[in-house]
């Protein structure tokens, strides 16, 4: 339930996994739109990575808890102690609205939170910080990681190396949009167009990280075919 057999090693491949070959907006491209909204300024890419890291993390644990011990089939057989056979129950139908209702609740959180410490990034951010409520890369990150069954640990890697990896995307692309405004480029190109295709080129730079193969658990079943040798003193009878 917590590690299984996941190995450090295994984790450090589920980290870069989840930053550099999974990379959901470079792989995935999902939160694309606060990616292109908000990546005009280093400074505002920063702070919206930050709350999506924060928002991701711990709506992560608390999705991951509810799919455990109350939408996958079968959780609610802890209710047998207080005399509750409630084994036979699925509530696998709610774990859309169960998941985004606990993302919605830390973004609230978040937002108050931001109110009060960096008024101005809040200002800065504007919409599309409640926003964060319906971006579709944390609740794919959170379906992802339940979907693949991954234990309590390794489940914390995953949401983390996703929210990071959501953060270094948002921050390169800002980081190229403020040297291109500047830059002489072509009239057609201007805005969203170059937005684009530096979106695309950074995305072909991270598929060269692909032959990391490091996050399979060292329990895990080889897929090689084994062939059966013959028993070399197995005795040969010949023919009279």
């Known amino acids: 339930m917590w590690m299984d057999n996941y190995l450090p090693i295994n984790l450090f491949g589920l980290l870069l996994q989840s930053v550099l070959i999974e990379n959901f907006l470079l792989a995935n491209f999902l939160g694309?739109?606060?990616?292109?909204?908000?990546?005009?300024?280093?400074?505002?890419?920063?702070?919206?990575?930050?709350?999506?890291?924060?928002?991701?993390?711990?709506?992560?644990?608390?999705?991951?808890l509810v799919h455990q011990y109350v939408t996958k089939p079968g959780a609610l057989s802890w209710l047998s102690f207080i005399g509750l056979d409630a084994s036979q129950i699925n509530?696998?139908?709610?774990?859309?609205?169960?998941?985004?209702?606990?993302?919605?609740g830390f973004v609230q959180m978040t937002e108050i939170v931001m109110e009060k410490l960096t008024p101005g990034l809040y200002l800065t951010l504007g919409i599309y910080l409640p926003l964060i409520a319906v971006n579709c890369a944390i609740l794919g990150a959170c379906l992802f990681a339940v979907t693949r069954d991954y234990p309590f640990i390794p489940n914390l890697i995953y949401i983390l190396g996703s929210g990071l990896g959501w953060w270094l995307a948002?921050?390169?692309?800002?980081?190229?949009?403020?040297k291109l405004a500047t830059s002489d480029v072509i009239p057609a190109l201007r805005g969203m167009g170059i937005t684009f295709i530096m979106t695309g080129l950074m995305s072909m730079a991270f598929q060269g990280f692909t032959g990391i193969k490091l996050a399979n658990p060292s329990g895990e079943k080889s897929s090689a075919i084994e062939l059966k040798l013959p028993d070399s003193k197995a005795e040969m009878s010949s023919p009279e």
């Open 32 to 64: 694309m739109c606060t990616y292109l909204a908000c990546s005009t300024k280093l400074k505002t890419a920063n702070g919206l990575g930050v709350a999506v890291v924060f928002v991701l993390f711990f709506s992560g644990i608390l999705n991951w």
């Open 91 to 104: 509530l696998n139908f709610l774990e859309f609205l169960l998941f985004i209702s606990v993302i919605a």
């Open 170 to 178: 948002i921050a390169l692309i800002a980081s190229i949009r403020e």
